[in-house]
T-cell receptor, first 109, second 113 residues
Framework: GQNIDQPTEMTATEGAIVQINCTYQ??????LFWYQQHAGEAPTFLSY??LDGLEEKGRFSSFLSRSKGYSYLLLKELQMKDSASYLC??????????WGAGTKLIIKP | ETGVTQSPTHLIKTRGQQVTLRCSSQ?????VSWYQQALGQGPQFIFQ???????GRGNFPPRFSGLQFPNYSSELNVNALELDDSALYLC????????????FGPGTRLTVL
């Protein structure tokens, strides 16, 4: 079956670094996405990986290992506004995105 | 702001009724996907439309149907509403580029009583 696993909740301190892991088992793979979702709002696109390795975008980086079915999102220099849910999604085939339940990240001063 | 709009913002219906939700895609995007997101869960793919044709569907019953119009706006229709249909309904538009990331609208919060 199709399955994407992420931790339910994580807590980190302002200014620190946090890594959010995602493991997946899907019938197909055509890219992995990370989205950020603030409470009551729509998801917003953060990153995309289709090849193995690290993609860096400012304070956010995302890593993919297709052989291990594993990705992580790394957030550096955490700010209070980074408190949100982070969703991992795998594109299965041409269109369908299969989503994890999201990781709620709590930032403390 | 993603340029994707949805209406209405909130809606309350009773079991057995029918509902139509609307989405206006970002300019230049010819695909639209609809998702259902229950509280504390990730979005669940309902279906996708490309150039007015449904070209992908998730595990949702036929009472969930949709339309995409020539101007790339779209509708999600749900018949015979059930209590479990209470959720946030998101539409997302995407282009045809390499990444083809999806841009989400703000969602419609549907409550079925």
């Amino acid at each position: 079956g199709q399955n994407i696993d992420q931790p339910t909740e994580m807590t980190a301190t302002e200014g620190a670094i946090v890594q959010i892991n995602c493991t997946y088992q899907t019938s197909g793979f055509n890219g992995l996405f990370w989205y950020q979702q603030h409470a009551g709002e729509a998801p917003t696109f953060l990153s995309y990986n289709v090849l193995d390795g690290l993609e860096e975008k400012g304070r956010f980086s995302s890593f993919l290992s297709r052989s291990k079915g594993y990705s992580y999102l790394l957030l550096k220099e955490l700010q209070m506004k980074d408190s949100a849910s982070y969703l991992c999604a795998v594109r299965d085939g041409d269109y369908q995105l299969i989503w994890g339940a999201g990781t709620k990240l709590i930032i403390k001063p | 702001e993603t340029g994707v709009t949805q209406s209405p913002t909130h809606l309350i219906k009773t079991r057995g009724q029918q509902v139509t939700l609307r989405c206006s895609s970002q300019s230049g995007h010819n695909t639209v996907s609809w998702y259902q997101q229950a509280l504390g869960q990730g979005p669940q793919f309902i279906f996708q439309y490309y150039r007015e044709e449904e070209n992908g569907r998730g595990n949702f019953p036929p009472r969930f149907s949709g339309l995409q119009f020539p101007n790339y706006s779209s509708e999600l229709n749900v018949n015979a509403l059930e209590l479990d249909d209470s959720a946030l309904y998101l539409c997302a538009s995407g282009g045809a580029g390499e990444v083809n990331e999806q841009f989400f609208g703000p969602g419609t919060r549907l409550t079925v009583l």
